[in-house]
């Protein structure tokens, strides 16, 4: 039984460390709501303390096989526990499970890195050579330099191949010899801080998708859906369309009920009545253009489909279909591929003026409009960008901007404030509020406006407005361009792969590629200036 258990949490502590979000070790986020996201972070890390805790006390009962003879040095005989063995790093933890789970994977080959400090230098190293030969390890690197902090001690990178109970016989040997002052395991994609795991290509999407929970209906009495079984039904029938989805597909059609058409008309006559006073020009234009079109009208809600092959027309942008609210890690990574991921199940009929969770009366009249515009569509490509491989505090960041600019954002145009957030432009309740004289407004200056705490369940009591549409995008790249992230990543629009801008070659390449369109670009200027061109 507890093998059992202590199997299925080791692959918890595997599945950590898989995929995007919470599998690659992000912890998993409710959204940029501050406190919320505290919360959870730490839920993470205690659950991950308790696994730990536990399989420290497993490692230290278990010991290694005694009749193993260990390094000549070794000041103590294995199967004791030493000091050092409850000090197990979260990796050997994770090894040390992963042999528990039967022979075989005792028996499978293992790369993995070590890090240790020698005490008596090269001496020690040849030591620690032979001990790795001994267990029938394979070394694949290997790499000194002298230690930080004393003279006489050398810190070592090696990187070796071997079964995964010698490795841990190893790792406890090492530990126990006096020549070495700490040993420690480090997984192999751990190694390099330039080369986290994210999505590299619209297909790795498919592992981008995971919802935060808190604002279903099924869980949260304040949702307008809860008490309505009928409504909770429809929402899980939609979002299985969601779960099954998979790169490549085409967007599964709905048949919208009456009573959610009615739902999406009187969203937009309200949102049509209040947008030539309340919204930004740029929304105005291409909500024309989806009425020309014939997608934009009051009788029936928009397919994702039509919306997305419209999108690709105009700045390339596509959809994919989303369960639910997402984690602003996963969402805002699929924004680095022009993809926006889009719910498609209706709000509740009694609150057509606001809800609670994004429904696609929000995505399509909120969102869609401005990711049509080319401008507003190559920034927020930007952002997903920058999200890629960010670590959690930047993510956060970059959510909470995204929060108050993208989804509630507004501008001034010939110095009349204007929405252009696409929460704003969804809610005619909140559109109506936040140009009332209720809510704080306050200058968007992207680093004060990242940190502010902010909550989805009510209208905003504080809006940011920037000095015009324009001046808010220039603002974004410059603070974007301070953070921290070690590297450089370009969407190669040719192969549709995101890079990491890490070599001579590809920097060079590139030039050459950008070279050839700039004199396209001044070909075309010449062109203009002759006086045959009128
Ligand atoms: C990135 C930021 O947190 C933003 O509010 C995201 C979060 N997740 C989402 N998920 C979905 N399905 N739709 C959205 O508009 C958003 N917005
Ligand atoms: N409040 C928005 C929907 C929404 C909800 C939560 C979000 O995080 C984003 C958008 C509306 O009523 O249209
Ligand atoms: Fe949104």
Partial sequence: MAAVAAAQKNREMFAIKKSYSIENGYPA????????????????????????????????????????????TSTQKSGEISEQDTGLTEEEVVLSNAIAEGPEAEKALQRAALILRLREGMNSLSRVLKSIEKYQGLVCHLETRP????????????????TRITLLQLIKSLRQSSSLEHVTLIGEDNISAKNPWFPRHASDLDNCNHLMTKYEPDLDMNHPGFADKEYRARRKEIAEIAFAYKYGDAIPFIEYTETENKTWGAVFNTV???MPKHACAEYCRVFKLLQEEGIFTADHIPQLEEMSNFLKRHTGFSLRPAAGLLTARDFLASLAFRIFQSTQYVRHKNTPYHTPEPDCIHELLGHMPLLADPSFAQFSQEIGLASLGASDSEIEKLSTVYWFTVEFGLCKESGVVK????????????????????PELRPFEPAVTAIQPYQDQEYQPIYYVAESFDDMK?????????????????????????????????????????????????????????????
Avoid: C
């Avoid at 003279?151 to 070796?160: C, P, S, W, Y």
């Avoid at 929405?419 to 209720?438: I, N, V």
């Fill in 29 to 72: 986020r409710r959204r940029s709501l501050v406190d919320d996201a505290r919360f959870e972070t730490l839920v993470v890390k205690q659950t991950k303390q308790t696994v730990l805790d536990e399989a420290r006390l497993r490692a230290n009962d278990s010991s290694v096989d005694p009749e193993i003879e260990i390094d000549e």
């Fill in 147 to 162: 230690s930080q902090n004393d003279n006489n001690q050398l810190d070592a990178l090696i990187k070796v191949e071997m």
């Fill in 272 to 274: 049509l009545d209040l």
């Fill in 419 to 438: 929405a252009y957030g696409a929460g704003l432009l969804s809610a005619y309740g909140e559109l109506l509020h936040a140009l009332s004289d209720k």
């Fill in 474 to 534: 220039d603002k974004f790249r410059r603070w974007v361009s301070a953070m921290s992230r070690p590297f450089e990543v370009r969407f190669n629009p040719h192969t549709g792969r995101v890079e990491v801008l890490d070599s001579v070659e590809k920097l060079e390449s590139l030039v050459h590629q950008l070279n050839t369109e700039v004199l396209h670009l001044s070909n075309a200027i010449n062109k203009m200036k002759l006086p045959s061109y009128q």
